[in-house]
């Protein structure tokens, strides 16, 4: 059912999809291999979409593209682990920042940002809690419960200040365009709404099922704000009747979508809430895709 649903939606999603180039040493872009009948259609269109947890690590270690760690001085006294996933193309990339929700920089974050490669830009995943020393689990993840407790001690204006020299790291790569936004979800969801407060040089940001922020802050936003949320999601949604009044009475571009039946995390859970998961994300995902290549460049 999965992967029916969304080989319905990839009809759709395909004129407006461009092939990534090959950017490695400037050359020509790589053919890509036709689908074999041992490689169905559907299979193949499975990686329109993120990864969802169940998949992200067969995702990473499939990947044709390039990712790496590196380590971001960001202070006198701090630094953040990054995770940056290159695209395969002749010519400078927009940077996506992905922000982690609260379990820390899971290898499904990491996915998603692969994902955004697979799309055309420079994605890159900052470890917020690199400075906590997170425990790792059984998987090599972070430990989800430490991280939670973890996360709720960071100082607001470091986390922005430290996402803010990420971009700037990014913007100065060579194979980058001088242009970022940022995406997040849950806790990383609220984290790139708020950086939109921040920021001047942020070019857009998406929230994925991210409470408001403080609405008494937002009359700084020049970025344009996109919010997605799932329907079975009261304690998020709530909040976005303020952000909206807000927004619109200060002249903000925000615009916001809730679908039906999907609950919290509905991108993560693909499987989940009978189908409504799925529904949402294949909506969702190509309208973040295509809110950035608007508002950052293609």
Excluded at 5 to 27: H, V
Excluded at 98 to 103: G, K, L, R, T
Excluded at 274 to 279: M, Q, S
């Amino acid at each position: 059912m999965k992967h029916l649903l969304t080989l319905l939606s990839f009809a759709f999603l395909l004129s407006s999809c461009t092939e990534a180039e090959d950017a490695s040493a400037g050359g020509m872009p790589e053919e890509e291999p036709a689908a074999s009948a041992a490689a169905p259609a559907a299979e193949v269109m499975m990686a329109s979409l993120p990864a969802d947890a169940e998949e992200a690590m067969a995702r990473l270690e499939s990947s044709p593209r390039h990712g790496e760690w590196v380590t971001i001085d960001t202070g006198a006294e701090d630094s953040v682990r990054a995770y940056v996933v290159y695209p395969e193309r002749t010519d400078p990339a927009p940077v996506v920042l992905v922000v982690h929700e609260i379990f820390g920089l899971s290898h499904w974050v990491r996915a998603v940002a692969d994902q955004f490669a697979a799309e055309g830009f420079i994605a890159i995943a900052p470890d917020l809690l690199t400075m906590r020393d997170i425990p790792a689990g059984e998987d090599g993840a972070p430990s989800p419960d430490v991280a939670r407790s973890e996360i709720q001690t960071l100082d607001r204006d470091a986390i922005h200040r430290q996402l803010m020299v990420v971009a700037e790291y990014g913007m100065d790569l060579p194979a980058a365009a001088d242009s970022y936004g940022i995406v997040g979800f849950c806790w990383g969801g609220t984290t790139s709404f708020e950086h939109a407060i921040y920021s001047e040089d942020l070019g857009a940001s998406v929230v994925y099922y991210g409470t408001t922020p403080d609405t008494t802050r937002l009359e700084s936003i020049e970025a344009p704000v996109l919010g997605l949320y799932g329907g079975d999601d009261e304690r998020v949604n709530a909040t976005i009747p303020a952000a909206e009044s807000t927004m619109d009475g200060l002249g903000k571009e925000y615009q916001s979508e809730i679908y039906p039946g999907a609950g919290h995390g509905f991108l993560r859970a693909q499987d989940g809430q009978d189908g409504a998961n799925l529904t949402a994300s294949e909506e969702a995902w190509p309208r973040t895709v295509e809110w950035f290549r608007t508002h950052l460049g293609s």
